[in-house]
């Protein structure tokens, strides 16, 4: 039996992994072996690598492009499933609450509703692949981060006159601690950046948003072990000197919480079913954005050719980047993502450039 065959860049468990997914066909490039309506064994298979130089490093690029567009594509129709469930259970929720206050239904009818609810909320995580964050944000793989203020940390505290040494200590997961100085008359970016930079080995990020708000955030699944052991040690300018102090967080806004939908009395019902109604139209908009990036992605796929040429990834760059700074908006981020990631910096750039 004859056992040669040609693969691409990557081997034989690069060719395995870029079988058929979500309905996406296998680059032609990648099909198996068949020859006079014969499948030949390539288990002991003689790999001929690609030529070294740039054209196996635009094979590879392509290939990574094809790999990330069809995990994007897949990721979202994952979370649309969601929304459409989690949706129902929101809707069955709202019924059920609407009619106990109009006199009709039954406490534990809404009860049932709630703990439905509940459950499904509970389940984002792992429905979604962690790309549906608390607040309903959407993005890639186990992007979901858990937000919040540490109280200390605000635009006002960045223009004070006097500078300060700050470390932080995340008891319970063994981290050295981290030490910052901020610098006295502060811009809220300013103090953004040096948070951002300063936390980073915490696993914590620092962004400014609305009105100098600056905002932490850590993986969703960190989160626990952030709001039980995350303490703080300053200079008395920001934060007391001596021992570290239990850091002081609150919840940014637009996180939803299962806790908000309980309804013991009327008040609380009418109180619930404002933000059942209110989590409703944002599960209706962020659905819009998941379909839209969907689509984006699908097109992407389409366009594919069989080959998974370099000119394409190129066309792919060019085209997404320049939709995204005409229009802006999530789907055009999401889309341009999903071409560059997995290609290194140097490729990004280089594929941009070349006209």
């Given at each position: 039996?004859?056992?040669?065959?040609?693969?691409?860049?990557?081997?034989?468990?690069?060719?395995?992994?870029?079988?058929?997914?979500?309905?996406?066909?296998t680059?032609?490039?990648?099909?198996?072996?068949?020859?006079?309506?014969?499948?030949?064994?390539?288990s002991?298979?003689?790999?001929q690598?690609p030529?070294?130089?740039?054209?196996?490093?635009?094979?590879?690029?392509a290939?990574a492009v094809?790999q990330?567009?069809?995990?994007?594509?897949?990721?979202?129709?994952?979370?649309?499933?969601?929304?459409?469930?989690f949706g129902?259970?929101?809707?069955?929720?709202?019924?059920?609450l609407?009619?106990?206050?109009?006199?009709g239904?039954?406490d534990?009818?809404?009860?049932?509703k709630?703990?439905?609810?509940?459950?499904?909320?509970?389940?984002?995580?792992?429905?979604?692949?962690?790309?549906?964050?608390?607040t309903?944000?959407?993005?890639g793989?186990?992007?979901?981060?858990?937000?919040f203020?540490l109280?200390g940390?605000?635009?006002?505290d960045?223009?004070?006159?006097?500078?300060e040494?700050?470390?932080?200590?995340?008891?319970?997961?063994?981290?050295?601690?981290?030490t910052?100085?901020?610098a006295?008359?502060?811009?809220?970016?300013?103090?953004?950046y040096?948070?951002?930079?300063?936390?980073a080995?915490?696993?914590?990020?620092?962004?400014t948003?609305?009105?100098?708000?600056?905002?932490?955030?850590v993986?969703?699944?960190?989160w626990?072990?952030?709001?039980?052991?995350?303490?703080?040690?300053?200079?008395?300018v920001?934060?007391?000197?001596?021992?570290?102090?239990r850091?002081?967080?609150?919840?940014?806004?637009?996180r939803?919480?299962?806790?908000?939908?309980e309804?013991?009395?009327?008040?609380?019902?009418?109180?619930?079913?404002?933000?059942?109604v209110?989590?409703?139209?944002?599960?209706?908009?962020?659905?819009?954005?998941?379909?839209?990036?969907?689509?984006?992605?699908?097109?992407t796929?389409a366009?594919?050719?069989?080959g998974?040429?370099?000119?394409?990834?190129?066309?792919?760059?060019?085209?997404?980047?320049?939709?995204?700074?005409?229009?802006?908006?999530?789907?055009?981020?999401?889309?341009?993502?999903?071409v560059?990631?997995?290609?290194?910096?140097?490729?990004?750039?280089?594929?941009?450039?070349?006209r």
């Amino acid at each position: 039996m004859e056992l040669k065959t040609t693969m691409p860049a990557g081997g034989a468990r690069a060719a395995a992994e870029a079988g058929l997914r979500g309905g996406i066909r296998t680059p032609a490039a990648m099909q198996p072996d068949i020859r006079d309506g014969r499948v030949r064994d390539t288990s002991h298979a003689v790999v001929q690598m690609p030529p070294a130089g740039r054209g196996a490093a635009d094979r590879r690029d392509a290939f990574a492009v094809h790999q990330r567009v069809n995990e994007q594509a897949s990721g979202m129709q994952l979370v649309l499933d969601y929304l459409e469930q989690f949706g129902d259970r929101m809707k069955a929720l709202k019924q059920a609450l609407s009619a106990r206050l109009a006199g009709g239904g039954s406490d534990l009818d809404v009860r049932a509703k709630i703990d439905s609810a509940t459950a499904a909320w509970n389940r984002r995580a792992a429905a979604t692949g962690g790309r549906l964050s608390e607040t309903l944000e959407l993005g890639g793989v186990d992007s979901a981060r858990r937000a919040f203020v540490l109280r200390g940390l605000d635009a006002q505290d960045a223009r004070r006159a006097e500078g300060e040494v700050i470390t932080f200590h995340l008891g319970g997961t063994g981290a050295r601690p981290a030490t910052l100085y901020l610098a006295p008359d502060l811009t809220a970016r300013e103090m953004a950046y040096r948070l951002k930079v300063g936390l980073a080995p915490l696993g914590i990020d620092c962004e400014t948003h609305a009105r100098e708000r600056i905002t932490l955030s850590v993986e969703e699944s960190r989160w626990p072990v952030v709001a039980r052991g995350l303490h703080v040690k300053g200079g008395g300018v920001r934060f007391p000197a001596g021992a570290p102090q239990r850091a002081a967080m609150e919840a940014v806004a637009g996180r939803i919480d299962a806790s908000d939908w309980e309804a013991g009395d009327a008040g609380a019902m009418r109180a619930a079913l404002t933000r059942t109604v209110q989590t409703v139209k944002r599960l209706d908009q962020v659905s819009i954005l998941a379909e839209h990036a969907l689509k984006r992605a699908r097109q992407t796929l389409a366009s594919m050719p069989s080959g998974l040429n370099a000119q394409w990834a190129r066309d792919a760059c060019e085209r997404i980047a320049a939709d995204a700074s005409a229009r802006g908006g999530y789907g055009q981020v999401v889309a341009l993502t999903a071409v560059t990631a997995g290609l290194d910096r140097a490729r990004v750039r280089a594929l941009l450039s070349m006209r």
